[in-house]
Structures are given as structure tokens and as C-alpha cells.
């Protein structure tokens, strides 16, 4: 996995890279293939996400989301990826790790989506993979917390493939698609045994 360079190139050489796939901050020049890919999966993901406001997609929220995202990677408080396809440079979904906290703790929240034209092909898996290894070998995290709702089994199988334990449930944890819901909690450490490579297809 090559170093990634935060505020420089964005050519794929420098970014977090995966297997057949990397991961680097949303630019500008993403506007129109970010909003493509979300309008396409509207239905697909509003029941896994906080309501969309009603701008979302325009332009205008999308220059605040990229000066947002730029803020909190120079505070160290976020680290907002878009995941995209190595070949042809596809963007197939988007990665955060937020909710930054140091000190004694040194742990960082993932969080994920997929468009769903592609999911369930293994994308988000080796994107997630990726992600973890940059956030223990060059953030220095201890901890790395996921949550996800109680009967989202994809979401389930796919932090457990890249070794991440259940260790709870949270009431009413987040208020996702309008609703106040449990979520299951997961995490990995950093002495945790790396997950064995899966042979998951990219179909």
C-alpha cells in the first residue's frame, strides 16, 4: 500500500491503494460522477443513512462538503475518502474515518457506502482493508470502531470478514433514514491478527 499524500497529487500513485481498487479525498472534478452515483442509489441507500437534506446533490452543498472534508483532515478530526476502481478509475462508493480521538484513546469511527451498481462485488472489502492497514500503520489509530444496524447482513459479513469483532449492541444508537435505531458495535485493534486476503470476485 503506497503512502498517501494528503493535499498532494491525486494520481493514483498516491493514494491509499487496495487490491484493484484506491481510496483518495473528493476533488472538484468529482462533482458530476459523485452525484450520478448517489442519485442512482438513492433507494438502495436511504435506509442505511441519515436522511438526505434536501440540497444534497447540488453543486453548491458540494463545494461545502469538499471545504468541510478539508478542514477536518488538516484538524486530524476526519479522513473522508471516495473509493474508486483501478483500470478504469470507476467511482464505486465512498469511505470515512471520523470521530478522531487521540490521546489515551487513539481510536477512529469507519464509516461506508457503496453505489449500488456495485456492490456485492468486493469493492467495499478490499476498500475497507486498505483503510484499516493506512489507519494502524500511518494514523497511528489503536482502535477501530464500525456500527451497523442489527439486520444489515452484508454490512455484518463485511466487517467480519476483515477482522473486526462484535462486542455489543447500542440502543438507539443513530438516527438513520428519519428513525432513532439499535446498532450492533464492532471493532479492531491494532494487535488483532490481519484478516486472511479473501478471493471475493470483482464480478
Not at 83 to 105: C, E, H, K, P
Not at 132 to 138: D, G, L, P, T, V
Not at 167 to 191: C, K, M, P, T, V
Request: glycine share 8%.
Amino acid at each position: 500500500m503506497a503512502l498517501f499524500r494528503l493535499g498532494g497529487s491525486s494520481e493514483p500513485a498516491h493514494a491509499i491503494r487496495g487490491e484493484g481498487v484506491y481510496l483518495r479525498p473528493l476533488e472538484s472534478r468529482d462533482y458530476a460522477e459523485w452525484a450520478a452515483l448517489r442519485e442512482c442509489s438513492r433507494n438502495f441507500l436511504s435506509p442505511w443513512e441519515p436522511t438526505w437534506p434536501a440540497d444534497d446533490l447540488t453543486r453548491g452543498a458540494y463545494r461545502r462538503r469538499i471545504r468541510r472534508h478539508s478542514e477536518e483532515i488538516d484538524r486530524d478530526e476526519a479522513y473522508p475518502f471516495l473509493i474508486f476502481r483501478d483500470g478504469d478509475g470507476a467511482m464505486v462508493g465512498g469511505l470515512t474515518l471520523g470521530q478522531v480521538r487521540r490521546g489515551v484513546s487513539q481510536t477512529v469511527t469507519l464509516g461506508y457506502w457503496m453505489g449500488e451498481p456495485y456492490a456485492g462485488k468486493g469493492y467495499m472489502s478490499r476498500a475497507v482493508r486498505a483503510a484499516a492497514s493506512y489507519a494502524f500503520a500511518n494514523l497511528r489509530f489503536h482502535r477501530i470502531e464500525a456500527a451497523c444496524l442489527p439486520h444489515n447482513d452484508p454490512s455484518i459479513r463485511l466487517l467480519e470478514r476483515n477482522g473486526f469483532q462484535h462486542e455489543g449492541l447500542a440502543r438507539s444508537y443513530l438516527r438513520i433514514n428519519g428513525i432513532w435505531q439499535d446498532h450492533l458495535l464492532f471493532a479492531r485493534l491494532d494487535s488483532d491478527p490481519a484478516p486472511l486476503r479473501t478471493s471475493l470476485p470483482f464480478r
